[in-house]
């Protein structure tokens, strides 16, 4: 399994921006693609983005023109650049490689706290 580490969270007021960090040892060599979730207390684990292993990302209405990724090739690391951030944006953070099968298999890492607010 990749083992992945985010990290990069913290305490930060509206409209303020933030660079998560997920690194995942093997996900350029093998070509993987990465996911990004996040979980709200007491609610449902949702879906916030994609970056497929060719550039291609795909990202949820919520975060839409306000979060970005960039990727450090050469670190085995996706950045997830989070702008303007709202106190909806609040959660724990999760990233996730795909497919998960084969070398890009993964579990759930620790997470990292986003706290949005005044």
């Known amino acids: 399994l990749i083992e992945l580490v985010e990290s990069g969270g913290g305490l930060v007021q509206p409209g303020e921006s933030l660079r998560l960090s997920c690194t995942a040892p093997g996900f350029t060599s093998n070509s993987c693609g990465m996911d990004w979730y996040r979980q709200a207390a007491g609610k449902q684990r949702e879906w916030v983005s994609r970056?497929?292993?060719?550039?291609?990302?795909q990202w949820a209405d919520s975060v839409k023109g306000r979060f970005f990724i960039t990727e450090d090739r050469a670190k085995d690391t996706v950045y997830l650049q989070m702008n303007n951030l709202k106190p909806e944006d609040t959660a724990m953070y999760f990233c996730?490689?795909?497919?998960?099968?084969?070398?890009?298999?993964?579990?759930w890492g620790q997470g990292t706290q986003v706290t949005v607010s005044s």
């Open positions: 996730r490689t795909l497919p998960r099968v084969g070398p890009c298999l993964s579990d």
């Open positions: 970056i497929m292993s060719d550039g291609i990302t």
